[in-house]
């Protein structure tokens, strides 16, 4: 789960990390208000999606991108409310949002800082070491992939052993890397222990501060915070679920978390039903193999139910993307006539157009297999996986 940038620095500041005041804003009025507090006389104008490249993106109602990108800064509270009438409701376009963009719905208006320096910091779980991993740059406010592919040298690591957690040695290696001096180095050791501290109490997946800057002051200031939580962990923390924005996450993938099923849309034009993550990659593996993309990740789980299976089926379909569907079953736990009943059922309710391919094995195949020949539907069986793969692709460009 993600969460925006003022509600990731509102945690942060809990653990000691050194961010600049702001406020959120959800109107115009509010924009206004929260420059009145700041007081001035540099305001900043944030506009808050889950999306990188904010500050260089641009508005759909701005094709002559005279305005400026979704990140503005301004020198009067009039201009603050000038551009958040500008900004909310409208659709910013970013590299990483895709060309349909994302309706800017909330603001964070933020004190403006002088910024002498900016690097690049995160933390994250390295699945290569499995351990928590700091990620450091000399590099900040750029595109890290981008540093990393044209100049690696510039990107450091530090791991962390999970039996000592952090000490002040990691510290003051990345300092040192990042070329601080004198307190600075003291500065980004209380920084980085704080940010330690809430990845591992808060059961974080990733906290990047993009860009971390030193001021002209000497100081360290988060100017940016992108932080992400384990899924899995979220019961334990009752109170961040509550900071989800769900206009944020696809509609797709909420109504899959509601049926506790593994749903991740994805941009290719075959749909995939599978049980068990294992064999869900595989299959997606092998429809690549075959020449064609998956649609999704949907692991089914090893006790869905019927009514399950119909609503998974459902989500696929719900992606004007999906041109075909391939299910692949090994019943284990899973029975292969649960997912055949829910297939036939789900079939019949969408009223299904696309060809659909469905490898069935394992407990109950043969019932599976015989409520499928027996419904009627044209519903194309398949021996194995690589046979799966070769016939929903086939049928897929003959139906083309």
């Avoid at 690049?120 to 699945?127: A, F, K």
């Avoid at 064609?292 to 459902?314: I, Q, W, Y």
Wanted: with cysteine; charged share 25%.
């Amino acid at each position: 789960m993600n969460i925006h940038e003022y509600q990731g620095k509102a945690l942060l500041r809990d653990y000691g990390v050194a961010v600049l005041d702001g406020a959120v804003a959800f109107t115009p009025e509010d924009a206004v208000a929260a420059a009145e507090k700041l007081g001035g006389p540099v305001y900043v104008v944030k506009s808050q999606i889950h999306a990188g490249g904010r500050g260089a993106g641009h508005f759909v109602n701005d094709p002559e991108r005279v305005t400026g990108g979704g990140v503005r800064v301004v020198k009067s509270v009039e201009a603050v409310e000038e551009a958040a009438r500008f900004m909310l409701g409208n659709t910013l376009v970013t590299k990483q949002t895709g060309p349909e963009g994302k309706e800017v719905k909330r603001l964070y208006v933020e004190a403006g800082c002088d910024i002498a320096r900016e690097l690049y910091l995160s933390l994250l779980v390295d699945r290569a070491t499995s351990r928590v991993t700091i990620v450091a740059s000399t590099e900040g406010g750029m595109d890290i992939e981008t540093v990393a592919e044209e100049t690696p040298e510039k990107i450091m690591q530090v791991d962390i052993d999970p039996a000592t957690g952090i000490q002040g040695h990691h510290a003051r290696s990345i300092a040192f890397g990042l070329g601080l001096e004198g307190a600075q180095v003291k500065s980004a050791t209380r920084f980085l222990m704080g940010l330690y501290k809430a990845f591992i109490d808060l059961d974080c997946a990733m906290v990047e501060i993009n860009p971390l800057v030193v001021t002209g002051d000497g100081e360290l200031l988060a100017l940016d915070a992108k932080v992400g939580f384990d899924d899995n962990a979220l019961f334990r923390h009752k109170a961040l679920d509550e900071l989800r924005d769900e206009d944020e996450e696809d509609a797709s993938e909420r109504e899959a978390a509601a049926w506790d099923l593994n749903y991740v849309k994805l941009d290719g034009e075959i749909g995939c039903m599978v049980n068990g993550a294992g064999l869900a990659m595989a299959t997606m593996d092998i429809i690549k193999l075959y020449g064609s993309e998956p649609a999704n990740f949907l692991d089914v789980g090893g006790g869905a139910t019927e009514e399950r299976v119909t609503a998974a089926f459902k989500i696929i379909l719900s992606d004007p993307n999906v041109k075909g569907i391939l299910v692949n079953i090994f019943g284990g736990i899973m029975k292969c006539d649960i997912i055949a009943s829910g297939v036939v059922a789900a079939a019949r309710e969408t009223s299904l157009a696309v060809p659909l391919v469905v490898r069935l094995e394992g407990t109950n195949v043969e019932k599976g297999k015989a409520i499928m020949a027996d419904s009627g539907l044209t519903i194309i069986p398949a021996d194995n996986l690589g046979d799966a793969a070769e016939k929903i692709t086939r049928a897929v460009r003959e139906a083309a």
